[in-house]
Structure formats: structure tokens, C-alpha cells
């Protein structure tokens, strides 16, 4: 069963500089499905159109072209007013995604009233205090303001907020990469279970392919706005065929490898015949999908 | 513990009720106290002042005598029947002081109000709405901005016949040639509020964009917009006075400037009667002098940076940053 | 967590033939306030000559403020309430660095012990060229040098740093991140110092772009023979660049020692804590909650708090 279903997805952006304009193409034909209860990894350097899918499918920004359908538990389309609450978003920053100004129990409460989750000032309480003890907060929280709060606290209320629509789907962009390292596998550790708990789809943005591995399900790998090797995390990590995956898997600090960095070889350079092709495991080839036919391997 | 700098980050993330991680209650700044300006000497003298005049024009004029009351002894320095002596025509100068003081007042806080008002329409709508309408919104403000204000607003005064001048054509006038340069720093604060990652998060929770503007923006944006509305009520009065002082003001109402413009035809200064033009002049400049006081602890909470070391909050995050910022140029 | 027992503080064993450049003993640094906090704590340290030395920990442990201390860089309100910092100089003089005044210190920095930030962008001034911050820094403390000079030198540190020198004449934003963070290792290396302190270099970098800038600080460690001083939070990365590392937890140094002792047999539970909290990457699935089912407990310490309270007590 599939609860998000994203097809051909393509961004461009355009630049201006003077009065020349060019068009930068962020994300190329994009597809891949979110199921309850899975979790998927995008993972990719920075400015490899990782995030800009996440901000397509939270509809902050808008495709070029191609189609993000939300599927209900009946599969039929979600219409748009209940897209809000089918799919929901955490954002990187926990000190910029909740409003100064504003009370824990604020950011909680909107999202309750206004998708009609709960009605009346008790009944908001009561909710907002169920959702924080689901992030393993203590609803003394509620009346204090996010700068009181540590990164962790505030990212695991960021979930909360993400939880109160009653969204299927939740797109987490590097919800971790700005928190403590120590605090960091607390709040994957508590999206992994309120995902299982909830049979959540779970889209995870992230350029750290440990945690993509450890924590879903399967991997897309990106590069330039491209997904340039996809499949079940493990085949993807320990199995890469991309160069580039390769090149950003040996990149990253290990300290069984202690030594390497002295050693006089150079990089692993990226090749750069395979890099519009797509290395996809389930299928077990290469696929063109400019081409939309199998590559010759 | 609201004051950790360095924190246990370690333990951050335990949950509150482990030692270290609780704010006690006391101390707090939430809400409404925290966009509050922390006390200051510049906050205490600015406030006072403000409050001063603002008493003086508030209750004087109840206390004080008819300032038209027409007396044969013009021109006669300060005494007791007369503590601010009289004017050519022998009208009480602190009577005529008190209502001058509360007219002014009056117009300058109807102008900050309607100002405010306008810039926060043109600057956060644009800003937020980003487009046409900001294009829009932004060409409006700045031809505001290059249009000598003064000159202008002597052209509309004059244009406008003296009898109907009241003082609400007069406020409207200085309200409208007033609020450009606040819209220009309201729609670039708004500009990067709108961007942080809570405003996004409101939108994809499906708040409707007049909400976003309204609470999660404008809250953000009040300590400016205070700001911009004092400023607007220190020009408000002065250009008043200046008008006035032109023969351009209201011509049913009394003024600081009309209290000035009447001296200085008078010719209270050659005359030696400095009782009659050093008081209100010396009002102008206490209450010039109070909003700007309390203008500039204002922009404290705008910019922390210009807060004096030990007289800041601490914040955690902000404590957390503030060595970085000695070491910008240390190769230099 | 319990972190009551007493911090393992044991000095390693210093390298054979190893002579010291920077020792800080003792050094204790406090922040004035409503109430004082205390942000480094008894740290004594001994960076050899030539030698990585890893400073580990989270924001808000003291790190940087040991770093911006050493240097005294840092501004009232922080204090150093005691301890020294000896710097060791190549001819055999040694120098009380707390004990300098404006003018020595003003000489000494950037010439034997310079600075590489983390935010490039804000440490380099963006209305300038590269090229004249990189001579400024030259006519400041090399009023002696031709002009010709100046250039040529400039040339041959960005060439060093692996930055085309032709790229002098740009502005920093029309670098890229990793090209900024490479002129301002530049900067660093411009007067020959013998000791660069990193306060996270690498941590607003791409994986990839980190890692060719890890390497370059290595190949240039061995060519020019400066010690460093790392910091920063990946652990992992440490283990893997420095020859001895240093944790810091709550302004102490909870452990230190060389970087295979640290990573075969942490001693202190906060070490082992932070080396838990990064997942390997090639390693056995399972050491985490994901694989283990959401009624089970997380396994390993990572999660205090998920255990704290039992797990899925909302179902």
C-alpha cells in the first residue's frame, strides 16, 4: 500500500544575474513511494536537491513538473485542504522552527484547532500534553517558550507539532544534523518508534549515510538533482555500484581506516559516464531515465 | 538556570526534572517580558522624562488657568501671579504651556499611531506577499522617501485653506508623508523573519497567510515596530513645531510651534523675554530628548550587540555565540 | 548518566623526542555574570611540536573558550581566573602568553600561533579581495616586505592550500565554502607559524569537500611541521586525523589520551557515550532500537532519556 506517491518530479530554478537569466535544475525526474510504517532515505551532499524534494512535498515550493499524489488509507487521493494534515514536515533548525514568541503549547495547539483535532481550551491541553508525552517530554514544557528548551527538546516538539494533524506521512530534513551529537540518536531513536507505533511514512533527508542505513528502510542516493543509486539501505551502503556513492561512502570519518588520509593515493574520482544513469538494486541494473528503458551495464 | 553559558550539553537533552535542564521560575523572561527592554539608566531618564511632559500636558491644563485670558500687563517676566510671566498681550505663559504641551502631544501620538500603522500595512504585507505587490508597496515607499518631506508637507498645508487647517489635517498630512522610511525597515525585517523555518512550519501546517503575518510574524517584529513608532512621534512633533512655526499649522488648536510662532512675532527675542519662547523650546527638546532615550534601548533588543557587557541577558544561545564575535579580523 | 566518579585524567605519555610547544596548566576560565559560571576547569594540556592534538566535546562544553583563552582572544565577560599558558618558541625562549602585553601580544599572535574559524564567510571580510586581506596580514606584521614580496607570498600559500592563485583577485563569496575555508588556512599558514588552532574548520563543509580539506592539512602538518589544535564535536573524525585527543565535558578534560588508546579502550562513560553516538557506518544493523522493535528498549546508552522513561508508555 502506498501513502505518497511521487512521479517525475522536476525543479528548475531560475537566476538572475544582470540581466542575463539561466535556469538552474535543482531536482531531475525524481519517482520513488513512501508505505506506512517505512522509511526512506535521501541522501546527498549539499546542493544535490535533497532538501528542495522535501520542500516539494511539504508545498512550500512548486514543482516545475511531474506530480506528488498523497493516498489515503481507502488509496484514494488526498484533495488538497487535507494534504496539510496527511503530510507533515520537520525542519533542520531547532532554533529557528519554533517562534520566539510563542508558547510550546502555541505551536502545539494551532495545528489541533485548526485541522479540527480538538475543540475548547481543555481539550487542546489535554492533546498538546498527550503529544509531548509521546516525544518523551514532560507537559511541564507547555507554558515555557522555545529558547528555554535544549536543541533535542525543541527537535523532539518540532515531531510533536508534526504529529498533531494526525499526518501519515512526515518529511524529516536533516532532523538532526544542527542537535548535539549525544542527543542525536534520541530523537531517531524516537521518530523510529513513533513510525512503528503509528505505521508512519517517513521520508529522511539527510547527508550522513550512517543514520540512513541504521534508520530506514531503503536508500535514494542524490547527486546534482539526480537519484543516481537506489535500493534496501544495506544493499546500498555495504553493495554500492554508483561511483559517487562509493566516493561519498569512503568519505566519510571512519576510524578503522585510521591512516588513509596520509596515504599518498589520491581521492577516488567520481566517473563521469554513469553519472546521469541510475543504479537501482531491486531491479538489479542500471536504468537511463532520460532514456526510460534499461542501460546497457 | 536561564543564564548557562557554557551548559552541560552533554545532558542537554535529559529531561527537565533532571538537575541542571529546569528553569526555575524566577527570572524568566516569557512572552510580553521578553520583548520588554531590559532596565537601564538611558531606559530610566528617557522614561522619565516622556512621563514628565506627558504629566505636565496631561494635568496641567486642569490645573492651569484660561490661557486666553487677555491681562494690561504684557510682556511682565516671571512673579508669582505669573510664574512663567506673561505674553504681549498678557496671557499666562505656563497656562498657554500646559495646553500647547498637551496639543502637541496629541498630534504626535496620532501621527505615530496612523504612521506605524501605514508602514506595517506597506512594509510586512509586501514583504510577506513578496511579488507585484512588494514591487508595488516598495516603488510607493521609496518615491515617499525621495520626496523632501518638509517642503512637501509645507505645499499640502498651504494648499489646503487656512480655516478648514484643523489639527486632523495636519496629522493626516504628517502621517502620510511620514511612514516611508519605517516601511523600508519593517519589509526588510519582515523579509528575513519570513524566511526562518517557523513561518514555513506554519504554512505547512496550513495557517492561512493573514495568520502567519499576524502571529507568527508581528510578534517577532514588535521591538522595530515600537521603535519605528517612537521615532515617528519624535518627527511628528517636531515637524509640527516647524510648521507652526511657519504660520502652516493647525489654526484651531495651540501647539508648541504656535507658541513659538506667536513669540516669534512677538519679537519675544529682541525684547529680552526669554520666558515666553526658552520654556517651550526647552519641552521640545526633553521630550525629543526622552523618545530618543527610549528609542535607543529599543534597538538594544533589535541588536543585542549594542547592549553593554554585564548589562546583557543571557541567553543561552547568544552567550553560546557572543566570543565569536571579538575574532572577526584577528590577521588584520 | 553518571558522571559523579572522579574525571580519569591521566597525561599520556608524552612522544619520545617530542619537545613541546604550548603547555596550559591549570588554566581555569570563568565567565562574570549575575552568577559565575564556570566554563574551563583545571585543563592542562601539552600540544608537541608537529603533533594533531583532537579537542572533542558539544557546544556549551568549553572548547572554544579554552581555544579563544590560549590565544586570549576571548572578551570580558570571560576571565581567566588561573593557570598559565607557556608557548614554547622554536629558538628556545619560552613565553608567559597571559603575562603579554598588547603590543607583544599583538606581535606573537598570528606570527607563531594563528587561527582558522569556522564560519569562513564571516571571518573573511566580504568587500575586500583575498588577496588584500592576505597582504594586509603581511604589511601588519612584515612591514619589512617589498611589495613584490607580499604578492609572491601570497601566491605561494594559496598554492599551498591547493586554491589556484589566480583566484587572489576574487572576492569570498564568489568562493565556494570550501574554497573560503582553504584562504583562510592560507591566512594561517601566511607567517610561518608553529601552532594553528581549528575551531570546527570542516563543520559547515560537505562530507566530501571535508574530507579533501583534512587531507590537505595533514600533507601540509608533515611539510611545514606545525602542530595543531582541532576542535570540534565528530569524534570519529578525530580518531581518525589527530595523534592525541582530548575530551571535554562541562569545561573539563574527562579524558586524554592517544587516539587508538581512546578508540580501542575509552575509559570515561562520557567518551564511550560520544563514540556511541555515531553509528558505524559498515557495521552490524542492530545496535540500535529500529532493529530491535519499538517495545524493546534502545540497547546501548545512546538514548538516556528513552530509557529513563519506558519506552512506548503512551500506547
Known amino acids: 500500500m502506498t501513502t505518497l506517491e511521487v512521479r517525475d518530479l522536476v525543479k528548475e530554478f531560475t537566476l538572475r544575474s544582470g540581466l542575463r537569466r539561466s535556469t538552474l535544475r535543482a531536482v531531475h525526474k525524481v519517482t520513488f513511494t513512501l508505505v506506512p510504517g517505512r522509511t526512506v532515505a535521501v541522501v546527498g551532499a549539499s546542493g544535490s536537491g535533497k532538501s528542495t524534494v522535501a520542500r516539494m512535498i511539504a508545498r512550500l515550493e512548486k514543482p516545475t513538473s511531474g506530480t506528488i499524489t498523497a493516498l489515503g488509507p481507502d488509496g484514494e487521493p488526498v484533495r488538497d485542504r487535507a494534504y496539510r494534515d496527511h503530510v507533515q514536515m520537520v525542519f533542520q533548525d531547532p532554533f529557528a522552527s519554533l517562534n520566539p514568541f510563542h508558547s510550546i503549547e502555541h505551536h502545539l495547539a494551532r495545528p489541533l484547532l485548526l485541522h479540527g483535532r480538538a475543540e475548547g481550551r481543555e481539550e487542546v491541553r489535554e492533546q498538546a500534553a498527550q503529544l509531548l508525552e509521546r516525544v518523551n517530554l514532560p507537559t511541564a514544557l507547555m507554558d515555557r517558550r522555545p529558547h528555554e528548551l535544549s536543541g533535542g527538546q525543541r527537535q523532539r516538539v518540532a515531531i510533536a507539532r508534526a504529529l498533531a494533524p494526525g499526518a501519515q506521512v512526515i518529511v524529516a530534513d536533516e532532523p538532526v544534523s544542527m542537535l548535539d ?89 567520481a566517473a563521469t559516464d554513469r553519472d546521469h544513469l541510475t543504479y537501482d538494486h531491486d531491479a538489479g541494473r542500471w536504468i537511463d531515465i532520460d532514456a526510460d528503458q534499461p542501460a546497457a551495464a | 538556570m536561564t543564564t548557562q553559558l557554557p551548559l552541560p550539553d552533554g545532558l542537554a537533552d535529559l529531561p527537565p526534572g533532571a538537575p541542571g535542564t529546569t528553569a526555575p521560575p524566577s527570572g524568566r523572561r516569557t512572552g510580553w517580558r521578553a520583548v520588554l527592554p531590559t532596565w537601564t539608566p538611558k531606559l530610566a531618564i528617557g522614561l522619565g522624562l516622556v512621563a514628565a511632559v506627558a504629566l505636565f500636558g496631561l494635568l496641567g491644563p486642569l490645573l492651569a488657568g484660561d490661557p486666553n485670558t487677555i491681562r494690561n500687563i504684557g510682556l511682565t517676566g516671571p512673579s508669582g501671579d505669573h510664574w512663567l510671566g506673561t505674553t504681549q498681550t498678557g496671557q499666562d505663559v505656563l497656562d498657554q504651556l500646559t495646553r500647547a504641551t498637551r496639543g502637541s502631544l496629541q498630534i504626535g501620538l ?57 489639527s486632523w489635517t495636519v496629522v493626516l498630512v504628517l502621517a502620510l508623508t511620514g511612514w516611508a522610511s519605517a516601511a523600508r525597515v519593517l519589509r526588510a525585517q519582515t523579509l528575513s523573519v519570513r524566511n526562518r523555518d517557523y513561518v514555513a512550519a506554519a504554512k505547512v501546517a496550513g ?16 521591538p522595530v515596530l515600537a521603535s519605528q513608532f ?18 502652516l499649522g493647525a489654526s484651531n488648536s495651540s501647539t508648541l510651534g504656535t507658541m513659538l510662532y506667536f513669540a516669534q512675532n512677538g519679537f519675544a527675542l529682541q525684547r529680552d523675554a526669554w520666558w515666553w519662547f526658552v520654556p517651550p523650546g526647552l519641552i521640545i527638546a526633553a521630550l525629543g530628548c526622552g523618545l530618543a532615550l527610549v528609542n535607543l534601548s529599543l534597538d538594544e533588543i533589535i541588536n543585542p550587540r549594542l547592549r553593554r557587557p554585564g548589562r546583557r541577558r543571557n541567553t543561552p544561545e547568544k552567550a553560546d555565540r557572543s566570543p565569536n564575535h571579538a575574532v572577526r579580523s584577528t590577521a588584520a | 548518566m553518571t558522571t559523579h566518579n572522579p574525571p580519569p585524567r591521566t597525561a599520556p605519555p608524552a612522544p619520545d623526542a617530542a619537545r613541546p610547544v604550548l603547555t596550559v596548566r591549570d588554566l581555569n576560565v570563568v565567565y562574570r555574570g549575575d552568577r559565575t559560571v564556570h566554563a574551563v576547569k583545571d585543563v592542562s594540556l601539552t600540544l608537541h611540536r608537529g603533533e594533531i592534538l583532537g579537542l ?72 575586500t579581495t583575498v ?25 605561494e600559500v594559496l598554492d599551498l592550500v591547493g586554491v589556484e592563485p589566480g583566484r587572489m583577485h ?7 565554502g570550501g574554497m573560503r575555508q582553504r584562504v583562510m588556512i592560507a591566512m594561517a599558514l601566511l607567517l610561518d607559524p608553529q601552532v594553528m ?62 587516539a587508538e588508546t581512546l578508540y580501542r579502550h575509552p575509559r570515561h562513560p562520557y567518551t564511550r557515550q560520544l563514540l556511541e553516538s555515531f553509528p558505524s557506518l559498515t557495521g552490524e544493523r542492530g545496535a540500535f532500537l529500529r532493529a530491535t522493535g519499538p517495545a524493546s528498549p534502545p540497547a546501548a546508552g545512546p538514548a538516556p532519556h528513552d530509557q529513563a522513561r519506558p519506552a512506548g508508555s503512551t500506547r
Request: hydrophobic share 45%; aromatic share 6%.
Open chain 2, 207 to 222: 495557517e492561512k497567510p493573514w495568520r502567519v503575518i499576524c502571529v507568527e510574524i508581528l510578534p517577532n517584529l514588535l
Open chain 2, 230 to 247: 517612537v521615532f515617528s512621534v519624535v518627527a511628528a512633533i517636531l515637524s509640527e513645531a516647524g510648521l507652526s512655526f511657519l504660520g
Open chain 1, 181 to 269: 551529537v549525544s542527543s542525536r540518536l534520541g530523537v531517531l531513536n524516537l521518530l523510529a518508534r513513533l513510525q512503528q507505533e503509528d505505521r508512519l511514512a517517513v521520508l529522511y533527508i539527510t547527508h550522513d549515510l550512517a543514520t540512513a542505513r541504521h534508520f530506514s528502510d531503503d536508500i535514494l542516493v542524490m547527486n546534482r538533482g539526480r537519484i543516481v543509486e537506489r535500493g534496501p539501505a544495506d544493499a546500498v551502503i555495504l553493495d554500492p555500484h554508483h561511483p559517487y556513492t562509493r566516493t561519498l561512502a569512503a568519505a566519510a570519518p571512519n576510524p578503522e581506516l585510521r591512516g588513509r588520509l596520509r596515504s599518498a593515493e589520491p581521492e577516488p574520482k
Open chain 3, 56 to 127: 572533542a566535546g558539544e557546544s556549551g562544553c568549553g572548547k572554544s573558550t579554552l581555544a579563544y583563552a590560549v590565544n586570549r582572544l576571548h572578551e570580558w565577560p570571560a576571565e581567566v581566573s588561573s593557570g598559565t599558558v607557556t608557548f614554547h618558541d622554536r629558538d628556545g625562549h619560552d613565553l608567559d602568553l597571559l603575562a603579554l602585553r598588547d603590543e607583544e601580544l599583538r606581535r606573537f599572535r598570528w606570527s607563531k600561533l594563528s587561527m582558522v574559524f569556522q564560519g569562513a564567510m564571516n571571518a573573511l571580510n566580504p568587500v
Open chain 2, 110 to 166: 496620532f501621527v505615530g499611531v496612523l504612521a506605524t500603522a501605514l508602514s506595517a500595512l506597506v512594509g510586512v504585507v509586501g514583504g510577506y506577499a513578496g511579488g507585484l505587490v512588494d514591487e508595488a508597496f516598495s516603488l510607493l515607499s521609496n518615491v515617499m522617501l525621495v520626496i523632501p518631506g518638509l517642503p512637501l508637507v509645507i505645499v499640502i498645508s498651504g494648499f489646503v485653506p487656512a480655516e478648514q487647517r484643523g
Open chain 3, 170 to 176: 576574487s572576492y569570498p563569496h564568489e568562493l565556494s
Open chain 3, 131 to 155: 588577496r588584500a586581506q592576505l597582504e594586509d596580514v603581511l604589511t601588519t606584521h612584515r612591514p619589512g616586505m617589498s611589495k613584490q614580496q607580499r604578492r609572491a607570498r601570497c601566491a
Open chain 3, 197 to 258: 588552532i581549528m575551531d570546527e574548520p570542516t563543520t559547515a563543509l560537505d562530507v566530501l569537500v571535508q574530507r579533501g580539506i583534512l587531507r590537505e592539512i595533514l600533507r601540509l602538518r608533515d611539510e611545514l611541521g606545525f602542530a595543531v589544535v582541532f576542535i570540534t564535536h565528530d569524534l570519529p573524525l578525530l580518531l581518525e586525523l589527530s595523534d592525541r585527543i582530548a575530551v571535554m565535558l562541562r569545561g573539563e578534560i574527562v579524558e586524554y589520551d592517544t
